[in-house]
């Protein structure tokens, strides 16, 4: 079944670019809408954003334009790119899968997952 | 952007009763454009229910998801330890695609 594997580092320092990889193991990354989730220590959920296999991507405003997530489609990874972290960046960041119908990304609801990597921002 | 609040904070409950979770939208999702996760300590969150009431492959038919437009249930009617864990909801009619501050369903 499809597995996904977040890779990247687990220290970043403030100011710098929090960058992480998803790796799509055992399924094909076309069709589908490849999303980043983060939650802090101890808190809840938080949508970062999603980019679909053809490359069109949607994010979280409150980001303020921080954020960029591309796709590798002959690699099978997408990747996420967060600008000057901060401390507020520490959390445990998830790669998940959804398929869409009828124009809506989410329709099937975040599907498969990964493990989560943590990473933590400071100097 | 649209907020969830989901009520309780925390349940405490007893193995083989029925648990009732709450998930308000601070404006209409747009029909059933709504999801439920289940997260345990140290584990990434599974899909339970999408479109309001589907269950996802592999869930129990003793969960069950309801609701449309700004009220949204999720029921367990027969609680098994196993799901003692956080439970998040999700609204993907519009963007951004939040979540709910989540409900801890303790064993009571």
């Known amino acids: 079944q499809v597995q996904l594997q977040e890779s990247g580092p687990g220290l970043v320092k403030p100011s710098e670019t929090l960058s992480l990889t998803c790796t799509v193991s055992g399924g094909s990354i076309t069709s589908y809408f490849w999303s980043w989730i983060r939650q802090p220590p101890g808190k809840g959920l938080e949508w970062i954003g999603y980019?679909?296999?053809?490359?069109?991507?949607k994010y979280n405003p409150s980001l303020k334009g921080l954020v960029s997530i591309s796709v590798d489609t002959p690699k099978n990874q997408f990747s996420l790119k967060l600008h000057s972290a901060t401390a507020a960046d520490t959390a445990v960041y998830y790669c998940a899968r959804s398929r869409g119908h009828t124009s809506v990304p989410y329709y099937y609801g975040l599907d498969v997952w990964g493990q989560g990597i943590g990473v933590t921002v400071s100097s | 952007e649209i907020v969830l609040t989901q009520s309780p904070g925390t349940l405490s409950l007893s193995p083989g009763e029925r648990a009732t979770l709450s998930c308000r939208a601070s404006q209409s999702v747009g029909g059933t454009s709504l999801a439920w996760y289940q997260q345990k300590p140290g584990q990434a969150p599974r899909l339970l229910i999408y479109?309001?009431?589907n269950r996802a492959t592999g869930v129990p038919d003793r969960l069950s998801g309801s609701g449309s437009g700004t009220d949204f249930t999720l029921t367990i009617s027969r609680l098994e330890p196993e799901d003692f864990a956080v439970y998040y909801c999700?609204?993907?009619?519009?963007?951004?695609?939040?979540f709910g501050q989540g409900t801890k369903l303790e064993i009571k």
């Open positions: 479109a309001a009431s």
């Open positions: 980019v679909y296999y053809s490359g069109s991507t």
């Open positions: 999700q609204q993907y009619g519009s963007s951004p695609y939040t």
